[in-house]
């Protein structure tokens, strides 16, 4: 047993390593998640200050035509985006997890695009994309297939900026080629005797192995995408007819620009919520089809 | 390729899948540079070569002018642009990695009361999106009365407000085996000397990394610096460039001249540093796997 003197001894130090922390915690985290909680109660124009109006704002979310569209657009852009966004990454990290020489040129290659500033890549693509002189319609012409307005045609707006995220899969295309280093060869050989051929071994050995790397992917992918937010401000500004308007454009609209900070508070801790229930049911789901290995 | 390998083939097998291998592998490599090279190219194009359609892949002539019209265009000082890109990353990366490794090692190596509590509350602020910070924030921000300053783009990083670094660092400090600081007790160091002179000297890997990342997010930061500075004078790259594109039109080859620019630091960075970035993406603990 410990003396108390020393215990003692121990928390104030303890306490001494992570104030640094707690106090960024408090001031900077906890305070104004506290404060939002409140905002989200009032009439708040910033140049005066908050004004409680009870639900009024709850009133409003509830018959604004424009929160189901945010709701529609970024949930259309999650759900189609982020699934194409792991196969994808799954796909270049076979590519890279192939044993051939000079493989490691081919990792940096790929994983260039990412670190690209996120404000570079939108302006790289909405010239890509240009209707009139643009790569994308150059290479559709190629195919026999007529140009496209891509960022400037409703039909196609979101498809597009799914399509500049795809380019951008780095960070998950290393999370699986680690977790495809990590799949012992002995599996695949035990799968091998058994008469496994490639694609057997892939869906039985392969994909069951680095299950918990979707799942993380899957996770960390929706959280982000929930919260896609420079491309629609610069490319699109929520356009053409709001089929960009995506959900923190939204937010960030009301809050800086139309200057309603008690209803732009209520809208961010609605998103907080979704994306809470969200982590959550998948974390549910994730018992059913992830595979852990027993230590 | 996992599913490729096992099994011995005869020669000429062999050659042939490797043929493949390598198709797949360029065919990839092509994908993923297309656009990046569009980039260059359009940069060094003659001003007016760009609408040309179909475009000319490789510019001709190639005109280097683009990069000094970018740097010089009036009212968009390039160079204050890149200072203060370089102030703030600096800046919030030194506090970064001192302010995280110096939690970390009270949560990894400091056996406290309420320790497991608060690494819980830690591990929890992970999962909060930016956007619910994002108003609280310019409301705290604006009583203090920085908004229109930089402080709002480093203050809060010496504070560890992002977790996920302390995260990163304490996995890391718990391998270092705790037989080294009850050595350094014995001999009467204190703690903050055993995290100064004896844990910090053997985690150049985990700080390398933690490094990388937070220059990463820095540098290219757009929403921070969107929402809390104003004057031109305090204007990040990362917000400057969107002023290359004006509702009269949009100046292609500057604007990928000074995007081929804010890229360059961070292209010499990722190749001095490549080793300590893959190493830290598989230290989040899913390498082994």
């Avoid at chain 1, 020393?6 to 001031?27: E, H, N, S």
């Avoid at chain 1, 994309?129 to 790569?135: A, E, M, Q, S």
């Avoid at chain 2, 609408?51 to 390039?78: C, E, K, M, Q």
């Amino acid at each position: 047993m410990l003396g108390t003197r020393t215990q003692l001894r121990r928390d104030v130090l303890g306490y001494m390593f992570i104030a640094p922390w707690l106090v960024g915690f408090i001031v900077f985290t906890a305070g104004p998640m506290v404060g939002l909680v409140y905002l989200a109660f009032t009439r708040y124009p910033v140049l005066s200050p908050p004004t409680f109006n009870g639900l009024d704002n709850l009133d409003r979310m509830l018959g604004d035509r424009f929160f189901t569209i945010s709701l529609w657009n970024t949930a259309y852009f999650t759900f189609l985006g982020v699934p194409a966004q792991v196969v994808w990454a799954l796909m270049l990290a076979l590519l890279l997890n192939m044993r051939v020489y000079g493989v490691n040129i081919f990792r940096t290659l790929y994983y260039l695009p990412t670190i690209i500033p996120g404000v570079a890549s939108v302006f790289l693509w909405m010239y890509i994309f240009n209707p009139d002189y643009g790569l994308a319609n150059y290479i559709l012409s190629f195919f026999g297939i007529p140009g496209q307005a891509w960022l400037w045609d409703p039909e196609l707006s979101k498809p597009s900026l799914i399509i500049m995220e795809l380019w951008r899969v780095g960070t998950m295309m290393v999370v699986f080629l680690a977790g495809l280093q990590g799949v012992p060869q002995s599996l695949y050989d035990a799968a091998a005797i058994d008469g496994a051929g490639r694609i057997a071994q892939f869906r039985h050995v392969t994909v069951p192995m680095i299950t918990p790397l979707i799942f993380f992917n899957l996770v960390v992918g929706i959280i982000s995408s929930f919260q896609i937010f420079t491309a629609a401000y610069i490319a699109t500004q929520g356009g053409p007819v709001h089929t960009t308007l995506f959900y923190v454009l939204f937010v960030y609209r009301h809050a800086f620009e139309n200057l309603r900070m008690g209803y732009a508070s209520l809208l961010a801790w609605v998103l907080f919520f979704i994306i809470l229930v969200f982590t959550l049911v998948q974390f549910r789901m994730a018992r059913i089809w992830v595979f852990y290995e027993v230590d | 390729m996992g599913v490729l390998r096992g099994g011995l083939r005869p020669f000429s097998s062999a050659l042939a899948s490797n043929t493949v291998r390598y198709a797949l592998l360029i065919l990839g490599g092509v994908i993923c540079f297309i656009p990046l090279g569009w980039m260059l190219s359009t940069s060094l194009k003659m001003p007016g070569t760009e609408f040309i359609f179909p475009p000319n892949l490789i510019p001709r002539p190639v005109v280097w002018s683009n990069y000094i019209d970018a740097v010089t265009r009036p009212g968009h000082p390039f160079f204050l642009y890149t200072r203060n890109s370089v102030v703030i990353t600096l800046t919030a990366t030194l506090g970064t990695v001192l302010t995280s490794s110096f939690v970390a090692f009270g949560f990894a190596r400091i056996r406290f009361r309420g320790r497991d509590f608060w690494f819980i509350v830690l591990l929890s602020t992970l999962m909060l999106p930016d956007v619910v910070r994002l108003i609280p924030s310019f409301i705290l921000f604006r009583i203090l009365g920085w908004i229109d300053t930089l402080l709002p783009l480093i203050v809060p990083f010496w504070f560890g407000v992002n977790a996920f670094y302390v995260f990163l660092i304490r996995q890391y400090f718990r391998t270092i085996p705790l037989e080294l600081d009850e050595a350094a007790l014995m001999d009467g160091a204190t703690y903050v000397r055993i995290y100064w002179q004896v844990v910090l000297p053997i985690s150049g890997p985990v700080l390398g990394a933690v490094t990388i990342f937070s220059v990463l997010s820095h540098w290219n930061d757009f929403l921070g610096s969107l929402i809390y500075t104003n004057s031109v004078d305090l204007r990040t790259l990362a917000l400057g460039l969107r002023f290359f594109m004006s509702r009269t039109g949009t100046d292609w080859n500057q604007l990928m001249a000074a995007s081929i620019l804010m890229l360059a630091p961070i292209l010499a960075l990722f190749f001095s540093m490549q080793r300590y970035f893959i190493r830290g993406i598989h230290m989040t603990g899913f390498g082994g796997r």
